[in-house]
């Protein structure tokens, strides 16, 4: 199953990195068309454990696969692979 990431939800403290103020995700399934709203380490686990498959995509329809990763103080969180975008792609969304 892949789903697409359509928006996220940030809380309002200072994070040195700022994909970790992602809380909340907001998504749906294109196939299914199911939608849903997941926290970051449920979809940190799906995506890692479950072999789950997340994206982003942009206003011209180029896709971003998102990603796991951890602080080096073992903080989970999600993040798009490197592209042509000099622009975040998960933090460039919309709030949910």
Same mark, same amino acid.
């Given at each position: 199953?892949?789903?697409?990431?359509?928006?996220?939800?940030?809380?309002?403290?200072?994070?040195?990195?700022?994909?970790?103020?992602?809380?909340?995700?907001?998504? #749906?399934?294109?196939? /299914?068309? =199911?939608?849903? !709203?997941?926290?970051?380490? &449920?979809?940190? +686990?799906?995506? %890692? @454990?479950?072999?789950?498959?997340?994206?982003?995509?942009?206003?011209?329809?180029?896709?971003?696969?998102? #990603?796991?990763?951890? /602080?080096? =103080?073992?903080? !989970?969180?999600?993040?798009? &692979?490197?592209? +042509?975008?000099? %622009? @975040?792609?998960?933090?460039?969304?919309?709030?949910?």
């Amino acid at each position: 199953m892949s789903i697409r990431i359509t928006c996220i939800n940030k809380d309002n403290g200072y994070h040195e990195n700022p994909n970790l103020a992602i809380t909340h995700l907001g998504w #749906i399934n294109e196939q /299914t068309k =199911n939608t849903g !709203k997941s926290t970051r380490l &449920e979809l940190y +686990n799906w995506i %890692k @454990n479950e072999n789950g498959y997340a994206y982003v995509t942009d206003a011209n329809g180029n896709k971003a696969k998102v #990603i796991t990763a951890e /602080t080096y =103080n073992g903080t !989970k969180y999600l993040k798009t &692979e490197a592209d +042509n975008s000099t %622009k @975040n792609n998960l933090l460039s969304l919309p709030e949910c």
